[in-house]
C-alpha cells in the first residue's frame, strides 16, 4: 500500500511534470515517508502491578517501552505481563500469565499462558500454549527474528521446547519431553534451562 507522499509523486510523473518538479517531489515524499514510520524502540520493561497472588507467584505487571526519540508508552493494562524482550529487528515480546483459575489455599494455578509478539511493522502475533504444556518458563527471538522459541511445562514432568514461526504463527519445531543441552537444536538451546553440560 503506497504512503500519500508516493501516490503523488506517482501522479506527478503520470502527468509528465518537469524532471526538476519530478526530483524536488522525490526528496519531499522521502522526508514524508521518514516522517510516517514510527521510531524504532530501544527499550522494553515491566512496570510492577501489585496483586495479592505476589507472596506465592511472580510478580507480574505491565509492558513499558521506550522508543530512541524519549517517548515511553504502556502497551498493556491487565498486569499479567513478565518476560518482556526486544529482538535487534525491532520486534517485541512479553508472556501473559494466565491468572484466570488461581486457588489460593494451594498457591496453584490453572490456565494457559500465552506469548504476544508485537512486530516492528505494527502486526500483532499471540501463541497460547497447549492444555498439556500451559506453562511458559522461559523464551526467546530466534532464527534471525523469523521465529520465537518457547521453553514450556506442564504441572509435573519434564520441560519441552517449541518453535513458532512468526508469519504464519506456525510450529516449526517441537521437542516433548526432556532431551539432553548437546542435542538441543540451536533454536532451541537459546531457552533451556539445562546448561549443566556446556
Known sequence: M???????LRWLKKN?????SAIMLT????????????????????VPAPS????????TGNIKVTFVDGHAEMWTENGNA???KISYRGHIGWVELDKSQIDIAT??????????IRLN?????????TRDTPFIANWSFADDDTAVSVLVSGHHGPRSYVEYD????RVKGEIAGYASYETLPTWAKQVSDDRSNQ
Open 121 to 129: 511493522d505494527g502486526a500483532r502475533r499471540e501463541f497460547v500454549m
Open 27 to 46: 526528496i519531499l515524499a522521502g522526508m514524508c515517508i521518514a516522517n510516517d514510520s514510527r521510531p524504532a524502540p530501544r527499550s522494553v520493561a515491566v
Open 107 to 116: 498457591k496453584n494455578r490453572a490456565g494457559q499462558d500465552k506469548l504476544v
Open 16 to 20: 509528465r511534470w518537469g524532471v526538476g
Open 166 to 169: 512468526l508469519r504464519s504463527g
Open 2 to 8: 503506497l504512503t500519500p507522499s508516493e501516490n503523488a
Open 82 to 84: 513478565i518476560l518482556p
Open 52 to 59: 495479592k497472588f505476589d507472596a506465592f507467584m511472580v510478580q
